[in-house]
């Protein structure tokens, strides 16, 4: 039994995986008021990534950052709630305990309302190999996967300003021609997120196929309702009436500065391609994606 039980350690996890800047954090922002769904207070944990591709990334010294700047300088002593506090600390603990392995994972989770899914949203799993999902699968009472998607040139643009203003350097855009800019977007932390075909394509070979999910940042914003109703569908949920002025908030928008009229020219091919691919694996693109 002991054995059996640690083979499907994670319970029902729901994971979004989707692509930076194209919806997860709204999507984040509002499924998090869902009764049956349990997040922890990191949107992105990235745990799957750590262990499957790059072991430095919850390291104790990031973690021991993410801590500080989180949990430890935010909060005014003056007019903090000492409940909140308290759990927030709580967790924390729970992030900066050893070892970093499955076990430590599941027990970011703690599910006080006795929710249905545990829920990570972190945009590093879409790059995790085959080998992983099957893994993490396996690890599962019920694993379930959205991915989501933009359209690729206005994604890429939106990627490019935020990664610059978040790294303070956003003023190097004013400086750039093509040939600055193209270097740039194709670095593989920022281009990989684009490479939307073989991330569905690792996805399909590595999940069953009703634990999938695609959808596209356009659908979320003409429809949020449905697109919500969707996902609650998918996962086996009770429909939640969520506040309307949160379901219509935009959210972790990146800084209004209009493309370049160069910008679509440098990635036309690929992205030409990549819409390719997409329609080979039987999906229907947005109508605005042709524009």
Not at 56 to 71: C, I, K, P
Not at 184 to 196: G, K
Not at 227 to 255: C, M
């Amino acid at each position: 039994m002991a054995g059996q039980d640690e083979a499907r350690l994670f319970g029902h996890l729901c994971l979004s995986v989707g692509a930076m800047k194209a919806g997860t954090t709204w999507l984040f922002s509002v499924l998090e008021r869902h009764p049956e769904l349990h997040f922890t207070p990191e949107k992105e944990l990235h745990y799957f990534y750590h262990r499957y591709c790059d072991s430095r990334q919850l390291s104790d010294r990031n973690r021991l950052r993410r801590v500080r700047e989180r949990y430890l300088d935010r909060f005014d002593p003056e007019t903090a709630n000492p409940e909140r506090i308290r759990l927030e600390l709580h967790w924390a603990a729970q992030y900066l305990a050893r070892p970093v392995d499955d076990f430590w994972y599941r027990n970011l989770f703690t599910r006080p309302r006795g929710e249905l899914y545990a829920c990570d949203f972190s945009n590093l799993h879409a790059h995790l190999p085959v080998e992983a999902w099957q893994a993490i699968r396996g690890s599962c009472t019920r694993l379930r996967v959205i991915y989501t998607m933009r359209h690729p040139v206005r994604r890429l643009w939106s990627h490019v300003k935020f990664h610059l203003g978040v790294t303070g350097q956003l003023e190097r855009l004013a400086q750039w021609g093509p040939q600055e800019a193209e270097a740039f977007l194709r670095q593989d932390f920022i281009w990989s997120n684009a490479e939307y075909g073989a991330v569905m394509r690792r996805l399909r070979a590595g999940l069953d196929p009703d634990s999938l999910l695609p959808l596209f940042y356009e659908d979320m914003r003409r429809d949020p309702h449905g697109v919500l109703t969707r996902i609650e569908d998918f996962l086996g949920l009770g429909h939640h009436a969520y506040p309307e002025a949160l379901v219509k908030r935009q959210v972790n928008a990146s800084a209004a500065l209009p493309m370049p009229a160069y910008f679509p020219d440098l990635v036309a091919e690929d992205v030409a391609r990549i819409c390719a691919e997409l329609r080979a694996l039987g999906l229907v693109l947005p109508d605005s994606w042709e524009a």
